[in-house]
């Protein structure tokens, strides 16, 4: 079966940066999205930060755009999203998510059929 790890999170000052970190395993599919999304309790799920497996193509919510990178190490099956700049908004839980038998291109809540369980951010003075 399919299985989402996330590592990397932890609390930073405003300004700090964070690593996050994706194993995933259990598919051989050729085609895929893999990204993050993040939820603040009582706020929908957001989408933050998506690449293709087709041609690397990404995808970034404006509220991050500059600020966080999202990069891939196909050898190990891992994805990452580095957090630089990082400001108390960025608070949330953030899930690596995959979506499979979909469009590899797209970075949505309902094209993703896989989740982790999702690591925690905390930013703060």
């Known amino acids: 079966q399919v299985q989402l790890v996330e590592s990397g999170g932890g609390s930073v000052q405003p300004g700090g940066s964070l690593r996050l970190s994706c194993a995933a395993s259990?598919?051989?599919?050729?085609?895929?999205?893999i990204g993050w999304f993040r939820q603040v309790p009582g706020k929908e799920r957001e989408g933050v930060s998506c690449?293709?497996?087709?041609?690397?193509?990404?995808y970034y919510t404006n509220s991050v755009k500059g600020r966080f990178t999202i990069s891939r190490d196909n050898a190990k099956n891992t994805v990452y999203l580095q957090m630089d700049s990082l400001k108390p908004e960025d608070t949330a839980v953030y899930y690596c998510?995959?979506?499979?038998?979909?469009?590899?291109?797209?970075?949505?809540?309902?094209?993703?059929?896989?989740w982790g369980k999702g690591t925690l951010v905390t930013v703060s003075s």
């Open positions: 690449v293709s497996s087709t041609d690397g193509r990404t």
């Open positions: 998510v995959v979506g499979l038998d979909t469009d590899p291109y797209m970075c949505a809540i309902d094209t993703m059929n896989y």
């Open positions: 259990g598919f051989t599919d050729s085609y895929f999205v």
